[in-house]
């Protein structure tokens, strides 16, 4: 089932980010960039807390899956996909494609032309099987530490782009 964010999700979500990062990237990424992308978990409320603000300004669309939230896709309103994570007990089961598909019909309910996201080395073949393009490299850093990733984009309408 793929669904919007509900309270009570927040603290799988940051979960599936952190275990997505450390666990799923480690072929394109070394640890010390791994630990500047998604830094340790903290005990206690402040975690969690971090994670419901995003969550509810972001409101994610997740995949659900016996009931657990197993992956998501934060969408904004401009098209812009940021944070596309899946849990590693899930991943490479179609579970993120099928919420790309909903962010592709929300989109389209938008009048949106494109989408566009800055995706990790590890995530740009899922990109492009959607029909994304590499726009450019975008070298940056991450809490001092240098990290690659790509600009990447995907127009709807094939008269445009």
């Known amino acids: 089932m793929i669904r919007k964010y509900e309270p009570g999700d927040e603290l ?10 450390h666990q799923l990237t480690r072929d394109d990424y070394t640890e010390e960039q791994r630990n500047a992308w998604a830094t340790p978990i903290e005990g206690g409320d402040a975690w969690a807390e971090k994670w419901r603000k ?4 972001k409101q994610p669309w997740v995949a659900v899956v016996d009931g657990e939230v197993v992956g998501f896709i934060e969408f904004d309103a ?14 490479g089961k179609g579970y993120m494609s099928a919420i790309m598909e909903k962010i592709f019909q929300e989109a389209r ?20 099987r959607h029909g994304f393009r ?4 975008n070298p940056h850093e ?10 990447m984009e995907c127009w709807l309408h094939p008269d445009v782009g």
């Open 54 to 57: 995003r969550c509810d300004r």
């Open 109 to 128: 309910r938008s009048n949106l032309f494109r989408l566009y996201a800055e995706v990790s080395i590890t995530a740009r073949p899922f990109f492009e």
């Open 134 to 137: 590499v726009v450019r490299d």
């Open 12 to 21: 799988t979500i940051g979960r599936i980010y952190y275990d997505a990062v």
């Open 78 to 91: 401009d098209g812009h996909i940021d944070c596309t994570y899946v849990s590693p007990h899930h991943a």
């Open 142 to 151: 991450v809490r001092g530490v240098p990290i690659l990733n790509y600009i």
